[in-house]
C-alpha cells in the first residue's frame, strides 16, 4: 500500500512541480513570444528527459540532496537575504554603514560556502561513489579493534 501512495504522490506531483518550471524556462529563453504548442512540448521533452537521465545515473538520492542543500541552503541562509538589503536598503548618509558592511561580508560568505559545500559534494561522489551513503554498509576502518575507544559512525 505504501508503494501505491508514494507511487500516487510522484505521478500527481511531478507535473505541478513541472509546470512553473517549464513556464520559466519558456519566459528565459523566449521572452513574451506567443504560444506555442510545439516550443512548449519540447521543452517539456527536454526537462522531463532530463531529470529521467539524473534518475536513471544518479545511484544515490543523497548526492542529490547534497547539491539541493548546497546550493539551496546557501542561497536562502546568507546570500538572498544580504542582496535583498543591499538592494533594498536606503543610501546611508555617510557612505558606509556597519549593517551594509555585514550584508557583504554575508554575501561573499555565503557564495564561498556554496561553492565549497558543492565542491565537497562533487569530490565525495567522485572519490567514494555509493560507499560513503548513508543507506550503504561502509564502515571506514576504526583501528585493530583491541581498544574500547574506537568508534565506527
Not at 9 to 18: D, E, G, K, N, T
Not at 49 to 64: E, T
Request: proline share 5%; glycine share 8%; hydrophobic share 50%.
Amino acid at each position: 500500500m505504501q508503494k501505491k501512495g508514494v507511487a500516487f504522490v510522484i505521478i500527481f506531483s511531478y507535473p505541478l512541480m513541472a509546470h512553473p518550471c517549464i513556464n520559466t524556462v519558456d519566459d528565459l529563453l523566449f521572452g513574451k513570444r506567443d504560444f506555442s504548442w510545439v516550443r512548449r512540448i519540447s521543452i517539456t521533452l527536454v526537462l522531463c528527459s532530463g531529470s529521467l537521465l539524473i534518475a536513471l545515473f544518479v545511484h544515490d538520492v543523497s548526492f542529490i540532496f547534497g547539491i539541493t542543500g548546497a546550493t539551496a541552503g546557501s542561497m536562502i541562509a546568507f546570500i538572498l537575504p544580504s542582496l535583498f538589503y543591499l538592494r533594498l536598503a536606503p543610501p546611508s548618509e555617510d557612505g558606509v554603514s556597519c549593517i551594509k558592511v555585514g550584508s557583504w561580508v554575508m554575501l561573499i560568505l555565503g557564495i564561498v560556502f556554496m561553492v565549497a559545500s558543492t565542491t565537497i559534494t562533487i569530490y565525495d561522489e567522485i572519490q567514494f561513489g555509493n560507499e560513503a551513503s548513508f543507506n550503504s554498509s561502509y564502515c571506514p576502518p576504526v583501528g585493530d579493534g583491541s581498544s574500547g575507544s574506537n568508534f565506527a559512525f
